[in-house]
């Protein structure tokens, strides 16, 4: 049996062996002392980055809970814009330039929220994306969301009790996501889901989300969030309540990427 080794003066020795390589270190290397850390500090580091690898499990779960349209992930980059699809190329290069100005300024470190209004079919989503791509190689967490599924999920709740797992792992992603593409916003408005009283989950649901990402305190935006619609402000307000329609879908036009003149260049 060797029950009876006395570790407490083996590691005492392998303290006094680092303690003289320590020593042997700084001498040979001429290091100053008085500059090396402390061990709080050291403490103090190790927290930090501990709550930073934390943070980013957690925004890249949030990440998992998009929803795509027809569950198919899908990415676009600000280099797969082509101007010359639309016969008006000029107007489509200066919406890809703008979103792609707003991009960088979110990227490095501005907080607020971008919209992307126009008919169907003339790049509202591709450009959002775009968005997303570029915050998510700034470090950024990011989640998509298409309102459809989303709506999907709420008509189809009653009938599958696992969906409101599902629905309240989006709901806290889309609330606590750095950045949140909320795409097509306003297409559920006009759903038949009304019978099914899935219209004011939806709601209630869109209330809670625009309150998390706003901060009351600074009045300023928490999380970014970019929305696409083939929607008016106006028509959106009377949607949703227009306290909730202004605080995640900008009216300032500095921030609202508008694709009027543009052409449906879907299967182009
Ligand atoms: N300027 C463009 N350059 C490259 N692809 C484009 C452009 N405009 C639209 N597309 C493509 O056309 C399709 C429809 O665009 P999408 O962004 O989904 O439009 P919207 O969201 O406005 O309905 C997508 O496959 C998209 O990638
Ligand atoms: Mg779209």
Known sequence: ????????NSFESIGT?????????????????????????????????????????KQEFYSEQS???????????????????QENSKVAREAGKKAYLLAKRLAIG???????????????????LATLCELKKAGKGTVFVSTAELAGLYQQKREYPDILK??????DAMKHSDV????????????????FGVRTDMQQLIYRISNARFDFKSNRVRGITLTTTNNSQDQLKKMYDPKIISRLVPANKEQRVVFNGFKDVRGV
């Open 17 to 57: 062996i680092l303690g003289d390589l320590r020593e042997k270190v700084i001498e040979s290397r001429h290091i100053d002392v008085s500059s090396l850390p402390t061990k709080e500090e050291l403490d103090r580091q190790t927290a930090i980055n501990a709550q930073k690898a934390l943070s980013r499990q």
């Open 180 to 195: 949140l593409l909320l795409d097509d916003l306003g297409t559920e408005g006009f759903s038949t889901f009304n019978d």
């Open 110 to 128: 501005e907080k607020f929220n971008v919209v992307f209004v126009g008919a169907p079919g003339v790049g509202k989503t591709s450009l959002a």
């Open 166 to 171: 599902r629905l309240a792992k989006v709901e």
């Open 1 to 8: 049996m060797t029950h009876g080794v006395n570790t407490t």
């Open 67 to 85: 929803l795509w349209p027809a569950d198919t992930p899908v990415s676009f980059n600000f280099s797969d814009w082509k101007p010359d699809l």
